[in-house]
């Protein structure tokens, strides 16, 4: 079955700083992974995407996701941290569309930006 | 952009009501979803639905229904509200390769 862990629940980084969000997840054939990022009230919003091809995925908002299929890992990274950037993050496998190809969730791992 | 629009952002009801929470989506997108979403839990598939009048259970689908009797429109129902379906609700569409797309949620209060 598949699934997605984050290992971290919270995690406070200074603005400025360096950011990386861990994943892992769990699927039986070439997954398709998300990052989404959910701002208090809000619904979410897709950062980026992997489906093929380059392993290093550009996003949104100077994000960026690495995939690493011998490590089973879709790490997200920021270089420097922004304050608007608190928020919950979301990591997501699943399938190409169709039957069956359904979107799984991780726990969710809530930033926190000091100044 | 595609537009994913829940009728109602917060909602209270009361134990043993029937409630209805409405989706609907403006890009002609195949797939639809309910999720539920709790913290510490992130977000639990409920029902999806592939076309109309077609769904299938999610992970969690005990106490609720879905309708799709649109193409558009992606019902979720709670037969008799309970306690412990106080919860944030996402719908969310997909088509093709694209990522998913949700609304905003609804946000509701049995009590």
């Known amino acids: 079955a598949q699934s997605v862990t984050q290992p971290d629940i919270h995690i406070t980084v200074s603005e400025g700083a360096s950011l990386e969000l861990r994943c892992n997840y769990s699927?039986?054939?070439?997954?398709?992974l998300f990052w989404y990022v959910q701002s208090p009230g809000q619904g979410l919003q897709l950062l980026l995407k992997y489906f093929s091809g380059d392993t290093l995925v550009q996003g949104i908002k100077g994000f960026e996701a690495e995939f690493k299929r011998s490590q089973s890992s879709f790490n997200l990274r920021k270089p420097s941290v922004h304050w608007s950037d608190a928020a919950e993050y979301f990591c997501a496998v699943g399938g190409p569309s169709g039957y069956g190809n359904k979107l799984v969730f991780g726990a969710g791992t809530i930033l926190r930006v000091k100044s | 952009d595609v537009k994913v629009t829940q009728s109602s952002r917060y909602l209270v009801k009361r134990t043993g009501e029937k409630v209805f929470l409405e989706c609907v989506q403006d890009m002609d997108h195949e797939n639809m979803f309910w999720y539920r979403q709790d913290p510490g839990l992130g977000l639990r598939l409920i029902y999806f639905?592939?076309?109309?009048?077609?769904?299938e259970k999610g992970d969690i689908p005990e106490g609720y229904s879905v309708s799709r009797e649109k193409k558009e429109r992606f019902s979720l129902i709670l037969e008799s509200a309970s306690t412990n379906q106080t919860s944030m609700y996402l719908c969310?569409?997909?088509?093709?390769?694209?990522?998913?797309?949700f609304g905003s949620g609804t946000r509701l209060t049995v009590v």
């Open positions: 969310a569409s997909r088509q093709g390769t694209y990522g998913y797309t």
């Open positions: 639905s592939y076309d109309v009048k077609m769904k």
């Open positions: 699927y039986g054939a070439t997954p398709y």
